[in-house]
């Protein structure tokens, strides 16, 4: 059975750690350091796909019949993740960007 406490607390902390390296990358390559930027995008892509792992056991569990129910904690959780991944791409286009301008 997931624990959907423990489950939307990981999906929160992978998510915000991505979030944090992104941005920490794209400070990176705002003063043009751009192997450090890659560096800190791998690091959030990492924490993303940890978030995910977390993500796909609740829908192996609902696919499989033990679906929880629906919470106020779950919704935050899942829009945290979603905002990290939307941001995590859109900082990875900005440092291209920033790339090609050097």
Do not use: W
């Amino acid at each position: 059975m997931v624990d959907l406490e423990q489950t939307a607390m990981l999906l929160i902390v992978h998510a915000g750690n991505a979030r944090s390296l992104a941005y920490d990358g794209f400070e990176l390559a705002a003063s043009s350091d751009f192997a450090g930027a890659v560096i800190k995008l791998r690091e959030a892509t990492a924490e993303i796909g940890l978030a995910h792992a977390e993500q796909t056991a609740l829908i192996q569990a609902e696919a499989a019949g033990r679906g929880a129910p629906l919470t106020l904690l779950m919704v935050h959780a899942q829009d945290h993740l979603m905002t990290a991944m939307t941001e995590v791409n859109l900082i990875e286009r900005l440092i291209r960007m920033l790339e090609l301008k050097r």
